[in-house]
């Protein structure tokens, strides 16, 4: 495609073509002709260069964190050898817009580098990159797209924890300590017909009624969680903008709970309660918990079903553990006896509660002495409970040995 540059050219050529003619000057024939000809020689150039292209990206070693500096190398492989002279890469990366880098011979590959500088946690997506091939004299350019080229991940800055607030003592209302144990139980998996000697509490009466004989329960081992970290992904409570919000300063709470009890070897999972429901165990702190940091560097919030209306699904996977740690940035009355009626059960909660007041929110539904008598009534049955607020140090307040204080200022 021809350049502004190049029509001008052209067009001028076209003009001296006509002034030669008209005023019968030879000498002007040729350099018409040469202006002509040069545009045509720019098309074939830039023709010629037009190969297939791959581009590789690399972001440097290790895990990028929240806030950090983002160096991004480029590297272009060119089907054929690699052109002289130096090519531009224009790139469109979500939530930083459009970015054009010039790649330049080095060591026999066409290279080039920029800096992302102090990226928020999240994913990136890379959503063009195409070469953009141009002659010597910028009279001819053609782009070349890339095609899909991935994405840029950038983890949760997350803080070591030798303890957790948690262990100082949950209590059951009667004042007698729950200590964890290893669950166990089973699930239904399929029925069948009743065979003789089979015990009866086995029998599966809705399908017997339904069918006219006995059917009895096929069980299989379901083995709980220990522990679950359900991280509220709701958007109608986040206040504050990314990397300064209440949603951000959640994610890194559920993190790093979830990462002291993978590191203990602790069956765990984590359940987001987003738009998609992302569920993801971790009982290795090898692949799994990789995979659910993975989530926590992409999560947003998404959400828009309440998570006291999550925690009453009783199918799911993460309201069957033994402990619940709940974080979120919104405290129902509705969440609140939720988490009462697990503890009837003998299922301890722990709630991690980040307050939006901090972050100056604007007046909510319910007031500071609303919330305060929320959190009141989970300290008095003996669910831990720790506030977060804007500027508090993580691992000093997660990491506290005597449950701290729940009124809110």
Same mark, same amino acid.
């Not at 990159?129 to 797209?145: K, N, S, W």
């Not at 309201?319 to 003998?346: D, F, I, K, N, Y």
């Given at each position: 495609m021809l350049t502004d540059r190049g029509r001008a050219v052209l067009a001028l050529g076209g003009v001296v073509y006509l002034a030669a003619w008209a005023?019968?000057? &030879? $000498? *002007?024939?040729?350099?018409?002709?040469? %202006? #002509?000809?040069?545009?045509?020689?720019?098309?074939?150039?830039?023709?010629i260069l037009d190969r297939p292209m791959f581009l590789r990206r690399s972001v440097g070693a290790g895990r990028h964190l929240d806030g950090d500096d983002v160096p991004v190398e480029?590297?272009?492989?060119?089907?054929?050898?690699?052109?002289?002279?130096?090519?531009?890469?224009?790139?469109?990366?979500a939530r930083f817009g459009e970015r054009e880098t010039t790649l330049v011979r080095r060591h026999g590959r066409l290279r080039g580098r920029y800096v992302l500088p102090r990226v928020p946690r999240g994913r990136y997506r890379i959503e063009r990159a195409e070469i953009v091939l141009e002659d010597p004299?910028?009279?001819?350019?053609?782009? &070349? $797209? *890339?095609?899909?080229?991935?994405?840029? %991940? #950038?983890?949760?800055?997350?803080?070591?924890?030798?303890?957790?607030?948690?262990?100082?003592?949950?209590?059951?209302?009667?004042?007698?300590r729950l200590l964890l144990r290893r669950p166990s139980g089973f699930d239904l998996h399929s029925v069948?017909?009743?065979?003789?000697?089979?015990?009866?509490?086995?029998?599966?009466?809705?399908?017997?009624?339904?069918?006219?004989r006995l059917m009895v329960k096929e069980l299989e081992d379901a083995p709980r969680d220990e522990v679950a970290v359900v991280l509220d992904a709701d958007r109608t409570i986040v206040v504050g903008e990314p990397p300064d919000s209440t949603f951000e300063l959640q994610v890194r709470a559920a993190g790093s709970i979830l990462r002291t009890h993978a590191s203990r070897g602790r069956r765990a999972s984590l359940l987001v309660n987003g738009a998609?429901?992302?569920?993801?165990?971790?009982?290795?702190?090898?692949?799994?918990?990789s995979a659910a940091l993975e989530i926590l560097a992409a999560v947003e919030p998404d959400g828009t079903t309440p998570l006291a209306t999550v925690l009453a699904d009783e199918a799911n996977a993460a309201m069957r553990a033994l402990e619940l740690t709940v974080v979120t940035a919104v405290l129902s009355p509705r969440l609140v006896e939720r988490l009462l009626q697990r503890m009837l059960l003998r299922q301890t909660g722990v709630v991690v509660y980040v307050d939006p007041a901090s972050f100056g929110a604007?007046?909510?539904?319910?007031?500071?002495?609303?919330i305060a008598a929320q959190l009141l009534r989970l300290e008095r049955a003996g669910i831990p409970v720790v506030v977060l607020r804007r500027g508090d140090d993580l691992a000093e307040r997660l990491g506290a040995s005597e449950a701290p204080e729940v009124a809110l200022a």
């Amino acid at each position: 495609m021809l350049t502004d540059r190049g029509r001008a050219v052209l067009a001028l050529g076209g003009v001296v073509y006509l002034a030669a003619w008209a005023f019968g000057s &030879v $000498p *002007l024939y040729p350099v018409a002709l040469g %202006l #002509v000809f040069a545009v045509g020689a720019a098309a074939i150039w830039v023709r010629i260069l037009d190969r297939p292209m791959f581009l590789r990206r690399s972001v440097g070693a290790g895990r990028h964190l929240d806030g950090d500096d983002v160096p991004v190398e480029l590297e272009l492989d060119v089907e054929g050898g690699v052109p002289l002279g130096s090519l531009g890469v224009h790139e469109s990366i979500a939530r930083f817009g459009e970015r054009e880098t010039t790649l330049v011979r080095r060591h026999g590959r066409l290279r080039g580098r920029y800096v992302l500088p102090r990226v928020p946690r999240g994913r990136y997506r890379i959503e063009r990159a195409e070469i953009v091939l141009e002659d010597p004299f910028g009279l001819e350019r053609t782009t &070349v $797209p *890339l095609g899909e080229q991935g994405s840029l %991940l #950038v983890y949760p800055r997350l803080v070591e924890l030798d303890r957790l607030f948690s262990e100082a003592g949950a209590r059951i209302p009667e004042g007698k300590r729950l200590l964890l144990r290893r669950p166990s139980g089973f699930d239904l998996h399929s029925v069948r017909e009743y065979e003789p000697g089979e015990s009866l509490r086995r029998v599966h009466w809705p399908t017997t009624a339904r069918r006219g004989r006995l059917m009895v329960k096929e069980l299989e081992d379901a083995p709980r969680d220990e522990v679950a970290v359900v991280l509220d992904a709701d958007r109608t409570i986040v206040v504050g903008e990314p990397p300064d919000s209440t949603f951000e300063l959640q994610v890194r709470a559920a993190g790093s709970i979830l990462r002291t009890h993978a590191s203990r070897g602790r069956r765990a999972s984590l359940l987001v309660n987003g738009a998609d429901r992302l569920y993801q165990r971790v009982h290795s702190y090898d692949g799994e918990w990789s995979a659910a940091l993975e989530i926590l560097a992409a999560v947003e919030p998404d959400g828009t079903t309440p998570l006291a209306t999550v925690l009453a699904d009783e199918a799911n996977a993460a309201m069957r553990a033994l402990e619940l740690t709940v974080v979120t940035a919104v405290l129902s009355p509705r969440l609140v006896e939720r988490l009462l009626q697990r503890m009837l059960l003998r299922q301890t909660g722990v709630v991690v509660y980040v307050d939006p007041a901090s972050f100056g929110a604007r007046p909510a539904e319910r007031t500071p002495t609303e919330i305060a008598a929320q959190l009141l009534r989970l300290e008095r049955a003996g669910i831990p409970v720790v506030v977060l607020r804007r500027g508090d140090d993580l691992a000093e307040r997660l990491g506290a040995s005597e449950a701290p204080e729940v009124a809110l200022a």
